[in-house]
């Protein structure tokens, strides 16, 4: 079963059409996050999703959020965007990019920080998985400079942890 981009795969730029047929295109690095949250407008997860999502557009606007339908009917789109009021958020034709991205279902969201680089990962049946995907782990302390007396084993041991602890966090996905 598919589970999205791997956590640190690299984006280039996303390019896809609104349903009116107009052009949208992403590049990074770019000035902020971006949210791709995958929908179906024959979808009721991602139905009752849309009040949560217009909410977290609201009170996070340090990051573009894009919906992406998984649906290729236009008219279907367009009718669910006037029904939901979507007017404000970017809502595209995802046109394979679920599938290029190994998108399990909907309503799936991926987080790509602003240099192109998958953070976060998921299905989002609710707010709280959206809020999910915003946090980052915390790095432990670098380990400090050792002073030439000390022991040369020591300091190989303290930054391996530290190498293991980054490398754990490049494989975390969304709690959900």
């Known amino acids: 079963m598919a589970d999205g981009p791997k956590i640190g795969e690299r984006l280039d730029s996303i390019s896809r059409a609104r349903p009116d047929g107009s052009g949208w295109t992403w590049t990074f690095p770019a000035r902020s996050d971006l949210m791709l949250i995958f929908v179906s407008p024959q979808c009721q997860s ?59 279902g909907t309503p799936y969201a991926i987080r790509v920080n602003r240099k192109g680089t998958v953070r976060a990962k998921g299905l989002v049946n609710h707010y709280e998985h ?20 000390s022991e040369p084993a020591a300091n190989a041991k303290e930054e391996e942890k530290h190498e293991e602890h980054e490398a754990a966090i490049g494989t975390r996905q969304a709690f959900l």
């Open 46 to 104: 991602c139905d009752a999703l849309m009040p949560h999502i217009k909410d977290f557009v609201r009170t996070h606007k340090e990051i573009q959020v894009a919906l992406f339908s998984a649906l290729p009917d236009r008219a279907m789109n367009t009718a669910f965007i006037d029904y939901r009021a979507l007017h404000e958020i970017v809502y595209l034709m995802a046109d394979g990019l679920d599938e290029q991205l190994e998108v399990e």
């Open 130 to 149: 959206l809020l999910s995907l915003l946090i980052e782990p915390a790095l432990p302390p670098a380990p400090e400079a050792k002073t030439q007396e």
